[in-house]
């Protein structure tokens, strides 16, 4: 029996029992051929050149591993902003801790409520983006989360929204197995900030679809939850139109085991495309950023900037490619991937990529791991810091080209709070 083959008896047995959820002709519709893709394709294995990093095994069992709600005492994240609050507990939309969901230049809707809807306008993308996503690589989680989810937000951006939309996940069921789909409509013209934090489950499977037009703008920051023992594994699925602009930064603290993954498609001409995350590990602790940026246009830009921390065994993973299609002349790609390792039992994998075929380009990636930088080190210690704040100082420093990919001061400012005062707690 060939590989491919044990996959899919693999997977046979995993999903036996596990039905699509109904709704209108439409839904039903992309639901089937989402999980058509699953059985074809198999569920991940480690065996698969992208998951050879990351176990997927906690992440396809039918039931989620325990995970226990963490009580960190702080205020809760972004806070300080003023914003709509979209609150989720264990992966269901909570309409009584939610602000109403209305404001001016935007609608949104639950997926639960559209879903019986014969006619909506989301029916052109659910699922539409995940998709086309899957080519060349296969993302088997994420087409099993488009045909199994049944929460999550549908927004449709008509003009500047100034006004944050957050996605709050509450964690309060040890044994939660959250599946939750978003999907993000930006007009032409249109801006929108999205914001996302907390720990949502034990076990969290999310997809989030965004379309952006020409001259579009939609900026997206996401701090992952604190709790110890969760497991999560995102997709971002995305594509830009001529002369927009598409950022996202994600901060992972804690986390047994996290995979991201980002998929964006290029396909306007002077688009620009960032993605970034900062994440700081300790003990227990997978991470694993997975990005595919795909050029199909003119003068554009894409940049992803990973940074990590690690120590006391902590793991980190980057893949990231930058494909530049023959038409996609004049484009400016870079990657960089960079750990800091405070100790020498903490290991950091990087796969970066490259697959050219335009000729008029500016690429380039780079990919260093190391520990704290000695020069630095005797600098601050001479100065009379002590030795564990130097070391958070330099962890600061280390972490501070990826933060500050955030357009917004005082997103940014809110994340690098919340980063000293983990690594304060740390210390102490």
């Known amino acids: 029996m060939g590989f491919l083959e044990q996959k899919q008896e693999a997977t046979a047995a995993l999903l036996d029992g596990v039905s ?49 709600p963490f009580e960190h005492g702080e205020a809760p994240m972004f806070d300080e902003i003023d914003r709509l609050k979209v609150v989720f507990v264990d992966g269901i939309f909570d309409a009584g801790l939610s602000d109403n969901l209305e404001g001016e230049g935007f609608t949104i809707e639950c997926l639960s409520d559209i879903v019986s809807k014969d006619i909506h306008w989301a029916k052109d993308l659910y699922g539409q983006l995940e998709a086309n996503g899957q080519t060349p690589v296969q993302r088997p989680l994420a087409a099993l989360n488009t045909a199994l989810a049944e929460d999550g937000i549908v927004i449709r951006v008509t003009g500047k929204v100034t006004r944050p939309v957050s996605f709050i996940y509450n964690h309060e069921d040890e044994a939660s197995d959250a599946i939750l789909h978003h999907v993000i409509k930006l007009e032409e013209g249109a801006s ?34 604190r709790d110890h023992e969760r497991r999560a594994v995102t997709h ?66 894409s940049r992803q900037v990973f940074k990590k921390v690690l120590r006391n065994g902590a793991t980190g993973v980057f893949q990231g490619k930058i494909l530049v299609k023959p038409d996609a002349q004049k484009t400016d790609g870079y990657q960089m991937s960079q750990s800091l390792l405070l100790d020498e039992d903490s290991q950091f994998l990087a796969k970066p990529e490259l697959e050219i075929y335009a000729d008029d380009v500016a690429c380039s990636h780079g990919s260093t791991s190391g520990a704290i930088d000695e020069e630095g080190m005797f600098y ?12 958070d100082l330099m962890t600061l420093a280390f972490l501070a080209e990826a933060v500050e990919e955030i357009e917004n001061d005082a997103l940014s400012e809110c994340i690098l709070t919340r980063l000293e005062g983990w690594l304060e707690r740390r210390r102490g």
Not at 35 to 62: H, I, S
Not at 251 to 257: E, F, K, P, Q, R
């Open 236 to 301: 971002i699925f995305a594509r830009t139109g001529t002369e927009s602009v598409f950022k996202s930064f994600t901060l992972t603290v804690n986390g047994v085991l996290t995979r991201n993954e980002c998929v964006l498609e290029i396909l306007g001409d002077d688009a620009l495309v960032h993605v970034a995350g900062a994440c700081v590990g300790d003990g227990d602790f997978h991470h694993d950023d997975t990005v595919f940026i795909t050029h199909d246009a003119q003068n554009c830009e």
């Open 20 to 68: 699509v959820p109904t709704g209108a002709g439409w839904i039903t519709e992309i639901r089937d051929a989402a999980m058509a893709r699953v059985v074809d394709n198999g569920l991940p294995d480690r065996r698969d050149e992208y998951w050879k990093y990351t176990r997927p095994d906690t992440l396809t069992v039918q039931d989620a591993p325990v995970a226990a």
């Open 380 to 391: 601050l210690r001479a100065r009379g810091v002590p030795k564990d704040i130097a070391t």
């Open 192 to 225: 929108l900030t999205v914001l996302e934090n907390g720990p949502a489950a034990a076990r969290i499977n999310k997809v989030m679809e965004v379309d952006v037009a020409d001259k579009a703008e939609f900026h997206h920051v996401r701090a992952q939850g």
